[in-house]
C-alpha cells in the first residue's frame, strides 16, 4: 500500500481567524471558499489571531508565516504547502473532497464535477434524515451491530436508502425498520490475487456480516471483508443466512 501525501481532514473554521495574502483572482478564489466556511479573514499584520494562512504570489510571506507557527497554503506552489485545500462537492451537511495533494488541482476538478453529476441533490437531507433518527434507532436496534447491520443494509447499493438514490429524507426509520431479507451471495476465486475480485465480489465482502470459507481460500482474500464481521471455516457452502448479508468463498478447486 502506497503511502498517503497528506491527511485528509475536514476543519471547522466558524469564527476562527485565517489568514489572507495576495491580491487577484487566485486570492479572490480563496476567500469565498474561506468565508463559506465561515473563517474570519485576517491580513498577516493579525497572524497572532490565527494557526491557518493561505497565501497567493508571495514566496517571503508564506516564509514569514511558517517560521511564526502557522500552517500554510501557497496557491500553485504545493512543494511550500503544509496542507491543500481541496475540490469540494457540497451536499451540506455532507461534503466530499477531493484532492492529489497538490499535484494536479484539474484533475481533483474534473473528478468533483463527475460526482456532481453522480450524487442526487437531496443526499444532504438524507444525512440530517439520518442524524434526525439517532435516539428512534438506538432504541429500535439497541444492540450495536444489530443497528449497523440495518443501516448498513438501507444504504446499501439497491437499499431501502440507497445515497444514490432520490431520497426527500422522509420515512427513515420506517425504511431502516422494515429491513432486508437475511441472503447468501457465493463467489468461487479465480485466483490467489484479491485484486481479482469483481467489483460486486469485494462489495459483497465489504459489507458481508458473516463470511464462510473452505479450506485454501487465502487470507489476503478474507481481509476484503469487515473486521467485525464473523469468520467461520466450513467444509460445504451454506443455503440460508440466519440473519444479513453472509458471503461464501470458494476456492478455485471447489464448488461454489
Do not use: Y
Not at 473563517?39 to 490565527?50: F, L, M, P, Q
Not at 456532481?116 to 434526525?132: N, Q, W
Not at 432504541?139 to 445515497?163: H, K, N, V
Request: aromatic fraction near 2%; glycine fraction near 8%.
Amino acid at each position: 500500500m502506497s503511502d498517503w501525501p497528506a491527511l485528509p481532514i475536514f476543519v471547522r473554521l466558524s469564527a476562527h481567524a485565517v489568514v489572507l495574502v495576495g491580491e487577484g483572482e487566485a486570492a479572490d478564489a480563496k476567500r469565498r471558499l474561506l468565508e463559506r466556511a465561515g473563517a474570519t479573514i485576517v491580513g498577516e499584520d493579525r497572524a497572532g489571531e490565527a494557526r491557518l494562512a493561505v497565501v497567493a504570489d508571495d514566496e517571503p510571506a508564506a516564509h514569514r508565516l511558517k517560521a511564526r507557527g502557522l500552517l500554510v497554503n501557497v496557491v500553485d506552489r504545493p512543494e511550500l504547502c503544509d496542507f491543500t485545500l481541496p475540490a469540494i462537492v457540497d451536499r451540506a451537511p455532507m461534503l466530499i473532497a477531493v484532492g492529489t495533494g497538490g499535484v494536479s488541482a484539474g484533475l481533483a476538478a474534473a473528478v468533483r464535477q463527475r460526482l456532481e453529476a453522480i450524487l442526487p441533490a437531496g443526499l444532504g437531507r438524507l444525512a440530517d434524515a439520518l442524524h434526525a433518527a439517532r435516539d428512534a434507532l438506538r432504541a429500535r436496534f439497541p444492540e450495536t451491530a444489530q443497528r449497523r447491520r440495518a443501516i448498513g443494509a438501507a444504504l446499501a447499493a439497491g437499499g431501502a436508502l440507497d445515497p444514490l438514490g432520490d431520497h426527500d429524507g422522509t420515512d427513515v426509520m420506517e425504511r431502516i425498520a422494515a429491513g432486508a431479507p437475511p441472503r447468501v451471495e457465493h463467489i468461487r476465486l479465480r485466483s490467489f490475487d484479491p485484486d481479482d475480485l469483481s467489483l460486486r465480489e469485494a462489495r459483497w465482502l465489504a459489507q458481508a456480516d458473516r463470511v464462510t470459507h473452505r479450506v485454501g481460500v487465502p487470507l489476503a482474500v478474507l481481509d476484503r471483508a469487515r473486521a467485525d464481521a464473523v469468520r467461520e471455516r466450513i467444509d460445504a457452502a451454506p443455503t440460508a443466512s440466519v440473519e444479513g448479508l453472509t458471503v461464501d468463498v470458494a476456492p478455485m478447486e471447489s464448488a461454489a
